[in-house]
């Protein structure tokens, strides 16, 4: 009689640890992944290899939000600087418009001789939740399957740069 109570008595300690279980995976299967179905991360480099002061300027946009950063190798007299924005949404719209996935895709990783002969590169990178892909390439080429999302991108490194130094922009 006692071996039988003790059984019930397990089996409802196993059925709780179940519950208790099943609980908690649906507490966490609720939370939200790093990056979701819908969402993009969009990076954009333009880079001189043999420069002096600020050689590379990088954007990257995330749900409308960018960060521009200019740098260069000497970071004690030319320390980094970084702007924040936030894209309009027709400006987000416009962008991602832009981004044929399957023409990305296609492309091979690197086009021409980015940066042969100092003459710079161009970088950009699209991340999505099951996609990552990189096309690096000669400063300032066309790349027809992209070249909507480059000149929305350059425009828009070009506004930073403006923003930075206006005695430039004129």
Excluded: H
Aim: net charge negative.
């Amino acid at each position: 009689m006692q071996l039988t109570k003790c059984a019930s008595y397990l089996n409802k300690l196993n059925g709780l640890k179940i519950f208790l279980l099943l609980f908690l995976f649906s507490i966490f299967s609720c939370q939200k992944n790093e990056i979701e179905e819908n969402d993009i991360l969009i990076k954009y480099r333009v880079t001189f290899g043999f420069c002096g002061g600020y050689c590379t300027s990088y954007i990257e946009i995330e749900n409308r939000n960018i960060i521009y950063t200019r740098s260069s190798r000497d970071s004690i007299e030319y320390p980094k600087i970084q702007l924040n924005n936030k894209m309009s949404i027709k400006e987000w719209n416009s962008l991602l418009v832009s981004i044929n996935m399957d023409s990305i895709l296609s492309l091979p990783n690197i086009i021409g001789c980015p940066d042969c002969a100092d003459g710079g590169a161009e970088w950009i990178e699209i991340i999505t939740a099951d996609t990552l892909k990189s096309v690096i390439f000669e400063y300032w080429d066309t790349i027809d399957p992209i070249n909507n999302t480059i000149e929305i991108l350059r425009e828009m490194d070009r506004e930073f740069y403006c923003e930075l130094y206006p005695e430039y922009c004129q």
